[in-house]
Nanobody
């Protein structure tokens, strides 16, 4: 069992920035971030394969950036120009096989506990 550990998050005003970090204690091949707002389904934010390029949701393209350290099995999500609609619980996820072709949560086997991001207007 791989337990992901998230850090970062918090409250910020619209237009501000936050950085989320995720650490996996073991080897993972695909990692990503998902989010879930109250009353809404969990949605994909961005995913990336080890040594691969990232896939971003349209809603965050140009504002969010993934960065990974394969030696440390960590994945950071830099979030800039935050909007109130970015408010959600953010979850780190991972799996040991190839990334899905779309930002779907189903294939991901390992998850973190979640970290809250709140953006005020």
């Amino acid at each position: 069992q791989v337990q992901l550990v998230e850090s970062g998050g918090g409250s910020v005003q619209a237009g501000g920035s936050l950085r989320l970090s995720c650490a996996a204690p073991g080897y993972t091949y695909c990692m990503g971030w998902f989010r879930q707002a109250p009353g809404k389904e969990r949605e994909g934010v961005a995913i990336i394969a080890r040594y691969g390029s990232a896939t971003y949701a349209d809603s965050v393209k140009g504002r969010f950036t993934l960065s990974q350290d394969n030696a440390k099995n960590t994945l950071d999500l830099q979030m800039n120009s935050l909007k109130p609609e970015d408010t959600a619980m953010y979850y780190c996820a991972a799996l040991r096989t190839i990334c899905p072709k779309t930002l779907v949560a189903g294939p991901f086997r390992f998850w973190g506990q979640g970290t809250q991001v709140t953006v005020s207007s």
